[in-house]
């Protein structure tokens, strides 16, 4: 199987490193700058569980380098997306199945609900670019329950858990998804293909939709966001907005925040992707964890206050920084 990673981070290093294991299966990566340039050097680098794991990899900075691939997985930041997308064209044949491994709400995610169909959604592709390079016939949706961190230019460090969900974006169970379900499943990889994959990204979602934007704006781990009650009760309140919007768009939320706030606090002294990001000065994700369920509300007409107000200070927080846009 050829399977290409576009985005060579954190995430995606962690998936190539552990695909490149396995034999008959040749992975290549898109990627650029010191990246690309370390790739090329030395493969992929994962450190995880006390070991460093070695493995090649063609890397390359045009996909037209690559050509068509039987399994194309993007894990860039969801900013980045639109811009990029357009150039993904030749890695997709005919065949290929495009599993985009990313944070919060995907562009497809409304599309096929009633009265959204020519209206998408401008928080996460403002131009309609994603959709009109990625044909949708060929998504598999992907959830991940891991974390990892980039501790160089190609080298990553496996933080904790395994956890992979893939499904059909609408619903529903296919050869296709059980297919890659178990080729990740191969790489040690805990792996659950769900027949209702939209309700499982909305679950996620609700959980660090607060998490990561409080973290931004703090500079605190989770323990201390919720250590907090004001704040904690502040995440609930936006969690809260979040279920009533969930409701409306098939993916209803069967916990209460209290229930959910119990499951992060497991995590200890955990440090979000987006404080991260910040720290890193990288560009935040601000649209597809928080902007699009703001959107989401306004269009259905389900208030959002304290969702818009988190927003709004992330959002500026992040342009002081240049982290962005204006």
């Given amino acids: 199987m050829?399977?290409?990673?576009?985005?060579?981070?954190?995430?995606?290093?962690?998936?190539?490193?552990?695909?490149?294991?396995l034999p008959g299966c040749r992975v290549s990566a898109l990627a650029r700058g010191a990246t690309l340039a370390a790739l090329q050097a030395h493969g992929w680098r994962l450190e995880t569980q006390g070991t460093t794991?070695?493995?090649?990899?063609?890397?390359?900075?045009?996909?037209?380098?690559?050509?068509?691939?039987?399994?194309?997985?993007?894990?860039v930041k969801s900013p980045a997306l639109p811009a990029l997308a357009p150039a993904l064209a030749p890695l997709i044949g005919h065949e290929t199945v495009i599993l985009?491994?990313?944070?919060?709400?995907?562009?497809?995610?409304?599309?096929?609900?009633?009265?959204?169909?020519?209206?998408?959604?401008?928080?996460?592709?403002?131009?309609?670019a994603t959709a009109a390079a990625l044909p949708a016939q060929q998504l598999l949706a992907c959830v991940v329950h891991a974390s990892a961190a980039t501790i160089g230019p190609g080298h990553v460090r496996h933080q904790m858990g395994h956890g992979l969900i893939v499904g059909e974006p609408w619903g529903g169970t296919s050869e296709r998804a059980q297919r890659i379900g178990a080729l990740l499943q191969q790489t040690g990889f805990e792996v659950t293909v769900s027949p209702d994959v939209r309700r499982d990204i909305w679950y996620k979602l609700w959980g660090n939709m607060t998490?990561?934007?409080?973290?931004?704006?703090?500079?605190?781990t989770v323990d201390r966001i919720l250590a907090d009650p004001l704040v904690r009760d502040l995440c609930s309140s936006v969690m809260?907005?979040?279920?009533?919007?969930?409701?409306?768009?098939?993916?209803?939320?069967?916990?209460?925040?209290?229930?959910?706030?119990?499951?992060?606090a497991r995590l200890g002294a955990f440090r979000t992707s987006m404080l991260q990001d910040v720290e890193a000065g990288r560009p935040v994700?601000?649209?597809?964890?928080l902007g699009a369920v703001c959107e989401?509300?306004?269009?259905?007409?389900?208030?959002?206050?304290?969702?818009?107000?988190?927003?709004?200070?992330?959002?500026?927080?992040?342009r002081q920084r240049g982290l962005y846009p204006a």
């Fill in 2 to 21: 050829n399977v290409c990673i576009v985005g060579a981070g954190a995430i995606g290093g962690l998936i190539g490193t552990r695909l490149a294991q």
């Fill in 53 to 75: 794991l070695h493995a090649p990899v063609e890397a390359r900075a045009c996909a037209d380098e690559l050509g068509p691939q039987d399994l194309v997985i993007i894990a």
């Fill in 100 to 128: 985009p491994a990313m944070n919060g709400v995907p562009w497809w995610f409304c599309q096929r609900l009633p009265g959204w169909e020519r209206a998408p959604l401008q928080s996460v592709d403002p131009t309609g």
């Fill in 211 to 220: 998490m990561n934007p409080v973290s931004a704006l703090t500079g605190a």
């Fill in 240 to 264: 809260r907005e979040a279920a009533a919007i969930g409701e409306r768009i098939g993916c209803p939320i069967d916990q209460a925040p209290e229930d959910r706030h119990a499951v992060t």
């Fill in 285 to 289: 994700e601000l649209d597809a964890l």
């Fill in 296 to 318: 989401i509300g306004q269009r259905l007409g389900v208030p959002t206050p304290c969702a818009n107000a988190l927003l709004g200070l992330s959002r500026l927080f992040a």
